[in-house]
T-cell receptor
Framework: NAGVMQNPRHLVRRRGQEARLRCSPM?????VYWYRQLPEEGLKFMVY????????ESGMPKERFSAEFPKEGPSILRIQQVVRGDSAAYFC???????????FGQGTRLTVV | AQKITQTQPGMFVQEKEAVTLDCTYD???????LFWYKQPSSGEMIFLIY??????QNATEGRYSLNFQKARKSANLVISASQLGDSAMYFC?????????????FGEGTQLTVNP
C-alpha cells in the first residue's frame, strides 16, 4: 500500500512560467490537503479538497494559484506566472475521512530562478 | 495571536538522554487534536503522535510521549533515550474540529540535535 505520492520531488521554474505539482493520495483516501513551507518556517495550510470539490481554500493566495482533485487521477496544485517568492516546499496530505489522521507525501521543492 | 507556539528554536540533547520539546496552543474550540511531526533533513513529514482534547490519558508511542496539560494548554513532546537519528525538525500542530475542520495549524518548529 503505497503512501502519498508527490511528483516531481524537485521542480525548477523560471519567473513567469507555470508550475504543476501532483499528488496521488493513499489508496482509499478521498480527502487531500495542500500545505506550503517557506524556508525556515512551519507548514501553512493552503487548500482542502475532496473528489471534484474544493472544501476550504482559505489559505490559497487569491491570484495565480489553483487546485483541483478530479474524479480520476491525482490532485494538482497549479501556480501560474511563478515569482521568486513562490520558492518553497509544497506538501500534500491525504486522509480517509474528514478529521481522521492525515498522511503526508514527501513534498515537492519548487525553486523559481 | 499564534495558535501554536514552539518557544525553542533549537534544542540539544546527549544521546540516550530524554528531551522535552515544548508546545503551547490557543483555541476556544472544545474539540481539537494535537499532533507532533518529525521532519528530518531529507524533508519528509513523519507523523509521531496524536492527542485528542477529550482523551483522558497522555498519548504514548514507543519512545514518544505527549505531556498533555489541558488547563495550561500545553502539549509537550517527550522523547526518551534519544538516538542520533532523532536529530531533526519537530513540529507541533493542532486541528480545531468545529472552527477549521480537518486543516492543521503548525508551529514554527524546534530543531533538535542529538549529540553522541
Amino acid at each position: 500500500n503505497a503512501g502519498v505520492m508527490q511528483n516531481p520531488r524537485h521542480l525548477v521554474r523560471r519567473r513567469g512560467q507555470e508550475a504543476r505539482l501532483r499528488c496521488s493520495p493513499m489508496k482509499g483516501h478521498s480527502h487531500v490537503y495542500w500545505y506550503r513551507q517557506l524556508p525556515e518556517e512551519g507548514l501553512k495550510f493552503m487548500v482542502y479538497l475532496q473528489k471534484e470539490n474544493i472544501i476550504d481554500e482559505s489559505g490559497m493566495p487569491k491570484e495565480r494559484f489553483s487546485a483541483e482533485f478530479p474524479k480520476e487521477g491525482p490532485s494538482i496544485l497549479r501556480i501560474q506566472q511563478v515569482v521568486r517568492g513562490d520558492s518553497a516546499a509544497y506538501f500534500c496530505a491525504s486522509s480517509q475521512a474528514e478529521g481522521t489522521e492525515a498522511f503526508f507525501g514527501q513534498g515537492t521543492r519548487l525553486t523559481v530562478v | 495571536a499564534q495558535k501554536i507556539t514552539q518557544t525553542q528554536p533549537g534544542m540539544f540533547v546527549q544521546e540516550k538522554e530524554a528531551v522535552t520539546l515544548d508546545c503551547t496552543y490557543d483555541t476556544s474550540d472544545p474539540s481539537y487534536g494535537l499532533f507532533w511531526y518529525k521532519q528530518p533533513s531529507s524533508g519528509e513529514m513523519i507523523f509521531l503522535i496524536y492527542q485528542g482534547s477529550y482523551d483522558q490519558q497522555n498519548a504514548t508511542e514507543g519512545r514518544y510521549s505527549l505531556n498533555f496539560q489541558k488547563a495550561r494548554k500545553s502539549a509537550n513532546l517527550v522523547i526518551s533515550a534519544s538516538q542520533l537519528g532523532d536529530s531533526a525538525m519537530y513540529f507541533c500542530a493542532m486541528r480545531e474540529v468545529e472552527t477549521s475542520g480537518s486543516r492543521l495549524t503548525f508551529g514554527e518548529g524546534t530543531q533538535l540535535t542529538v549529540n553522541p
